[in-house]
């Protein structure tokens, strides 16, 4: 087994990150060289793979999402999930042409369960157990990410804006970096601004409340708005989107995160009581509410002086409907494909899980408190090592 400290002495480390998202539907990898830390930090990204989820977990996981779920299928999930966790971490190895004894560490997000910011105290909850994952590759293992920053008082989220600031920040233009997942949020990056400087916030929904409609209309043979057709097809019911817009969350200041607790499929439900659109017109009028809520937010709480950028990353950039509606709520911002910086679009949160762990390993902090609220810096995550040799 490899010594943390050779591998934290070494120049170029290979590390691999994975994120479960919202929708539960698959798990992304993205293998990592990296080179230094902190504003040093340079990257080459060698391969990046989404494994489906097995339907089976899936449902298991989703169920543990709802308020009744049981302790001891958490307990079990949380190690069947660590076990897919491991085998996605060794998909995207494999896809680059490596072995394992040839990746030095692996950072994973694992899959939120519960996040309760504003709890009594505040609390969250990711499973996907890193003990599995280190034994079944025997690649170090970094997890829990988010737990450190709360217990500081943060809301353990989001955690992306350092790794956007560190990748993605201009000295002469300011940027935003907006992630449609199943929940929305934005990094703004002003032009030559320092880490104190970076804004982050969770937005409201992203793509979750679309999917949780189409699974109900379809009985759950589709989960998603493919290409948004539906939301195409569909008129937007602008009473019942002004009943959305008043959404508490919405008028909230950051820092401020949030989930499908707020933003589900629990949600929906509670909407098909208020409406009787039929699919199509309730499709768009999400879609039209994710796009508003998302403008929203960023006229009112995010600084938009010499920010002209606004690039996009997330399953929801798949959606060209929500794309056309977002461009149409800020005709002022240019709004593209994160590609155009340099990053697939959909593995910019396996990135940054992959960058967050070689923070932790070289005991760096890996929270930003402008973005979510801790009292201070914090280093993240938890280090679960395979067998072999004492460190």
């Known amino acids: ?25 698959g798990i992304d990898a993205a293998l ?21 989820m097995p339907e089976r977990l899936r449902s298991r996981v989703l169920e543990l999402c ?100 560190l990748l993605f920040s201009a000295p002469d233009r300011g940027r935003m970096i907006l992630n449609i997942g199943g929940i929305a949020n934005v990094t703004v990056l002003p032009a030559g601004g320092g880490s104190d400087e970076v804004l982050a916030f969770d ?44 959404h508490p969350f919405l008028d909230r200041y950051p820092p401020k995160s949030t989930g499908r607790e707020e933003f589900g499929a629990e949600f929906v439900a509670e909407i098909l009581e208020w409406t009787e659109l039929e699919e199509e017109d309730l499709v768009a009028t999400l879609t039209a509410f994710t796009a508003r809520s998302i403008a929203d937010g960023i006229r009112r709480f995010a600084p938009g002086e010499g920010t002209e950028e606004l690039w996009v990353a997330g399953g929801g950039l798949h959606n060209p409907q929500l794309i056309e509606m977002i461009r149409e709520e ?6 593209d494909s994160l590609a155009g910086l340099g990053v697939d679009p ?3 949160e396996a990135l940054t899980f992959a960058v967050l762990a070689n923070e932790t390993l070289l005991g760096r902090p890996g929270n930003l ?13 938890k280090i679960a090592l395979p067998g072999g040799a004492e460190q």
Do not use: W, Y
């Open 330 to 335: 800020l005709p002022q911002l240019q709004v």
């Open 66 to 165: 709802r308020t009744e779920a049981r302790v001891e299928e958490l307990c079990q999930v949380n190690f069947v999930l660590g076990e897919a966790l491991a085998e996605a971490a060794l998909r995207v190895i494999a896809a680059a042409g490596l072995g394992p004894e040839e990746v030095d560490l692996i950072g994973s997000h694992g899959q939120t369960v519960r996040h309760l910011p504003s709890g009594a105290p505040p609390s969250t909850l990711q499973i996907g157990e890193s003990a599995v994952i280190a034994q079944r590759t025997g690649i170090a293992t970094i997890a829990d990410f988010r737990p450190a920053d709360m217990a500081l008082g943060g809301e353990g989220a989001p955690l992306v804006p350092l790794v956007d600031h």
């Open 369 to 381: 408190p402008s973005a979510t609220g801790a009292e201070r810096p914090a280093v993240l995550g």
């Open 32 to 52: 990592v060289e990296l080179r230094g830390c902190g504003s040093g930090t340079r990257f080459e990204l060698l391969a990046f793979e989404t494994v489906k």
């Open 1 to 25: 087994m490899k010594l943390l400290s050779d591998i934290a002495a070494r120049e170029r480390r290979r590390v691999v990150g994975l994120m479960s998202g919202t929708a539960a539907d």
């Open 203 to 246: 937005l409201g929904p992203g793509n979750g409340m679309i999917d949780a409609a189409v699974a109900h209309f379809t009985r759950g043979e589709e989960r998603c708005d493919r290409d948004g057709v539906r939301a195409g097809r569909g008129k937007v019911d602008g009473r019942l989107l002004e009943k959305l817009m008043a």
């Open 346 to 348: 959909d593995a910019r």
